[in-house]
Nanobody
Framework: QVHLVESGGGLVQAGGSLRLSCVAS????????VGWFRQAPGKEREFVAAALPWSGGNGRYADSVKGRFTISRDNAKNTVFLQMNNLKPEDTAVYLC???????????????WGQGTQVTVSS
């Protein structure tokens, strides 16, 4: 089992920024594909961003966040980040980190999930 723990969520005003972190228990976490998803109450889980194993850049993004969010990795620290800029009220959700053997934009390709961290954006 790979345990993932997210942090960095909070309450911000529209136009503000947050950086989410996801720390893994696995010492070779860099070998996993990683993804960020978000889910608001009563709504489906939505793809946000993903990165290939060992990748330092070239993340994949949902159209709704492209140009505003950036996924990155620090493999030595078994950590993945999601930098969120120019936040909008519609970004409000619980954000979850996921890991698995292949990259994808659907939750089923990921084997491991964190508990989530709440992001709330006020207008």
């Amino acid at each position: 089992q790979v345990h993932l723990v997210e942090s960095g969520g909070g309450l911000v005003q529209a136009g503000g920024s947050l950086r989410l972190s996801c720390v893994a228990s696995e010492s070779t976490f860099g070998s996993y594909a990683v993804g960020w998803f978000r889910q608001a109450p009563g709504k489906e889980r939505e793809f946000v961003a993903a990165a290939l194993p060992w990748s330092g850049g070239n993340g994949r993004y949902a159209d709704s966040v492209k140009g505003r969010f950036t996924i990155s990795r620090d493999n030595a620290k078994n950590t993945v980040f999601l930098q969120m800029n120019n936040l909008k009220p519609e970004d409000t959700a619980v954000y979850l980190c996921a890991a698995g053997p292949i990259v994808g934009d659907t939750p089923r390709v990921y084997d491991y999930w964190g508990q989530g961290t709440q992001v709330t954006v006020s207008s």
